[in-house]
């Protein structure tokens, strides 16, 4: 199982820019945003990852920038960390010769997508090859019924289209045609599990007269 995960860096500056932070606008907070991106976009592609999203929120006197990053099989949590670290000197770097990014103290908070995170990409179908999903199927101009919501697995996935089978039939539609997809969280069954994976009765026995 890939392991996911955070990766957090704080980074300070002096109290006397820090209290500027409290009149940033929405605005100045997209500008900045768009700045992060340029400096942050290409360090995430160097290092072999996508940059899913990017935002930039305040708490108290501090900014928070959340990065999220993926990748084909996941990313693991040492990876997490590298992408963190190699974020946060090109930050640093952007920021000695450029001026401040974000006026003030900020967190750097570094993480893979939770299972929670719509699918709204190719890459984003082609990643959960093999997991179950519930998504709505556009309806068509014109036709009777309307949208409508569907659940099945996901069995192939490219830049054009995805495959799901649902109840043993298989169903194919254009990504044009989905809403984003949201995978189902899915519960080991019993009769799934493998002999090795059986309880040994002696042992049973064992543990309970200890």
Excluded: K
Excluded at 84 to 113: F, K, N
Excluded at 121 to 127: C, Q, V
Aim: aromatic fraction near 2%.
């Amino acid at each position: 199982m890939t392991q996911r995960g955070r990766a957090t860096r704080t980074t300070g500056r002096p109290r006397g820019q820090a209290a500027r932070v409290g009149q940033t606008s929405r605005g100045d907070l997209t500008a900045r945003r768009e700045r992060l991106r340029s400096v942050i976009a290409p360090v995430v592609q160097a290092a072999g990852y996508d940059l899913e999203d990017l935002t930039v929120s305040r708490a108290g006197r501090r900014h928070v920038v959340r990065v999220i990053v993926d990748a084909d099989g996941g990313i693991n949590l040492d990876a997490v960390a590298d992408v963190s670290r190699a974020v946060s000197t090109a930050l640093d770097t952007a920021e000695e010769s450029g001026g401040d990014i974000l006026a003030g103290e900020y967190q750097l908070e570094v993480s893979s997508p939770g299972v929670d995170r719509p699918l709204t990409l190719p890459r984003h179908w082609r990643r959960n090859v093999g997991r179950l999903v519930r998504v709505t199927v556009r309806g068509a101009a014109g036709q009777s019924g309307g949208d409508r919501q569907v659940t099945g697995r996901v069995v192939d996935a490219d830049a054009e289209r995805v495959v799901l089978e649902i109840d043993a039939d298989r169903a194919e539609w254009v990504y044009a045609d989905l809403g984003p997809g949201r995978v189902q969280v899915e519960f080991t069954r019993l009769d799934e599990l493998t002999e090795s994976e059986d309880v040994d009765d002696d042992d049973d026995v064992e543990d309970e007269e200890r």
